[in-house]
Structure formats: structure tokens, C-alpha cells
């Protein structure tokens, strides 16, 4: 079992930067991949990027490609997402994903078994 815990969401301005956390408060996903998906109001929720168990490989949705770093720190047990040059589109919930069944290419929720409750990014205009 793995309980995951988004943070780093908030208000900020459109241009500006963003780095969301998350981190296994329970249990550890150093073997898996992990992957970020968002969901904005009255949308499905969306594949952004992922990383592979051991953080040498990455993998971004087309949209977001150039704005998006995701990285990990093994030692912390926690991966990262950088946001840059934020826009107002950009205004999700933000979720981090990981499970035995997930891979670092794949993009469906379903490969997902653990999730974490979600941070808010709010982008002003």
C-alpha cells in the first residue's frame, strides 16, 4: 500500500513558475514510476508527464512539452514537477500517480492503482 501527498499548489500569475511535490507518506514507490495527471473544472483528467523508477527516463504529453520538468529525488522519496511559463489553461488539480502496473509511457488512469488526494494550481491572468 502507498499513500502519496501532493503539495507546492497555490495562486500564481500567468508567466510565472510552479513546483509541485509529491511524496509517499505511507509506503515507498522507489521501484515504480510515477506520473502526474490533472484535471481541470468540468474536464476528464489529463496525462502531463511521468518518470521511470529509476529517473534516467522521462515522458511528457505533447502539450505540454518545453514547460514541463519532472524529476526525482531517491534519497527524498519524492518527484517533482516544474511548471514554467504558466498559463491560465493550466488551472487543474494537480494529481501524482503510481502502482506495480504502471509504466513510464503509459497515460491512462487505469494503470494507475495509487493516487494522491490532489493540489490545487490556480493561474491568474
Known amino acids: 500500500q502507498v499513500q502519496l501527498v501532493e503539495s507546492g499548489g497555490g495562486l500564481v500569475q500567468a508567466g510565472g513558475s510552479l513546483r509541485l511535490s509529491c511524496a509517499a507518506s505511507?509506503?515507498?514507490?522507489?521501484?515504480?514510476?510515477v506520473a502526474w495527471f490533472r484535471q481541470a473544472p468540468g474536464k476528464e483528467r489529463e496525462f502531463e508527464a511521468a518518470?521511470?523508477?529509476?529517473?534516467?527516463?522521462?515522458y511528457y504529453a505533447d502539450s505540454v512539452k518545453g514547460r514541463l520538468d519532472i524529476s526525482r529525488d531517491k534519497v527524498k522519496n519524492t518527484v517533482y514537477l516544474q511548471v514554467n511559463s504558466i498559463r491560465p489553461e493550466d488551472t487543474a488539480v494537480y494529481y501524482c500517480?503510481?502502482?506495480?502496473?504502471?509504466?513510464?509511457?503509459?497515460?491512462?488512469?487505469?494503470?494507475?492503482?495509487?493516487w494522491g488526494q490532489g493540489t490545487q494550481v490556480t493561474v491568474s491572468s
Open positions: 505511507i509506503g515507498s514507490f522507489s521501484d515504480y514510476p
Open positions: 518518470i521511470s523508477w529509476s529517473g534516467r527516463q522521462t
Open positions: 500517480a503510481t502502482g506495480e502496473r504502471a509504466a513510464v509511457t503509459a497515460t491512462q488512469t487505469e494503470r494507475f492503482d495509487y
